[in-house]
């Protein structure tokens, strides 16, 4: 009977004194779980995002860096190519975390398929539309109201491509959509289809302004008529419901918000969306 009584005496005074336990030995004790988590939450990742041609130059050169350099648990990785094909992939299962369009047709589909969460979409940028040809070479071509005096003309696949989807509107409102078709070399991207006129492969082009400013390659004939667009080119960006880190895929998304990021894509040539 007395050594009962004696265990749990000493059993209460062991507990006492856990509780009486300063701050800082307590802490001490519950190492063994606040570990993991510390390292959880600062063990590097990788985020995919898939963004729009032309948003490469911007991305690859100064952005990603910027944010790495901000951020250096986070590898940020783009994919590039037109917002129709990237928004199939991300339909079909791509393993993307952040998606910037190069219109807002792309990403009002993602967000209708669930693909996208709606709350996490942002109008980023506006981007002009422009008719190019190859650098130093003569052309009958004044404008796009005349883009018809061209042999071949380069233009983004309607089907899949944002700058082809604008350059087909322009030309419908100005009556000669048919005639340039006729007269189309369709490009799987915008990028392609800048590289087909500052290689003389095309005599004309359409793309956007911050793809011509990108290479000495092309000059501007003229940009877009004014009215012939029925709203501005809107690049927005969204988070991807399916990724697989969304908390990082946030602070990219915030980051390319801030006045620093602003500040780079106004040098190459986007202005805030209005």
């Known amino acids: 009977m007395k050594k009962r009584v004696v265990s749990c005496v000493l059993a209460v005074l062991v507990m006492a004194a856990s509780v009486r336990a300063p701050l800082w030995a ?48 986070i590898t940020a990785e783009g994919t590039y190519d037109s ?29 209708r398929g669930g693909f996208v969460g709606e709350a996490s979409v942002r109008p980023l940028l506006e981007n002009k539309i422009v008719l190019i040809k190859t650098a130093g070479a003569s052309t009958a071509v004044i404008g796009f109201q005349n883009i018809s005096a061209a042999g071949i003309i380069a233009l983004g696949d309607p089907a899949s491509v944002p700058a082809g989807q604008y350059a087909q509107e322009i030309f419908t409102s100005l009556g000669i959509w048919d005639g340039v078709k006729a007269k189309a070399s369709l490009g799987t991207n915008v990028t392609e289809v800048l590289n087909w006129v500052g ?26 008529p004014a009215g012939s667009l029925a709203s501005p080119v809107i690049y927005p960006v969204g988070l991807v419901s399916a990724s697989a880190h969304p908390e990082e895929a946030r602070l990219f998304i915030d980051f390319l918000a801030s006045a620093e990021a602003q500040d780079v894509f106004k040098a190459y040539g986007f202005s805030p969306a209005r």
């Open 199 to 224: 290689e003389a492969s095309a005599e004309v082009g359409v793309v956007y302004a911050t793809d011509a400013a990108s290479t000495g390659k092309v000059e501007i004939i003229a940009e877009a």
């Open 26 to 73: 307590r802490g001490r004790q519950d190492q063994g779980t606040a570990a993991p988590q510390a390292l959880q939450a600062n063990q590097n990742v990788s985020i995919l995002v898939a963004a729009a041609a032309s948003l490469r130059n911007a991305f690859e050169q100064e952005l990603i860096p910027k944010f790495q350099a901000k951020y250096p648990h």
């Open 83 to 111: 917002s129709g094909k990237l928004q199939t992939q991300i339909e079909q299962g791509l393993e993307a975390d952040v998606f910037m369009s190069a219109a807002v047709t792309q990403m009002n589909n993602l967000v």
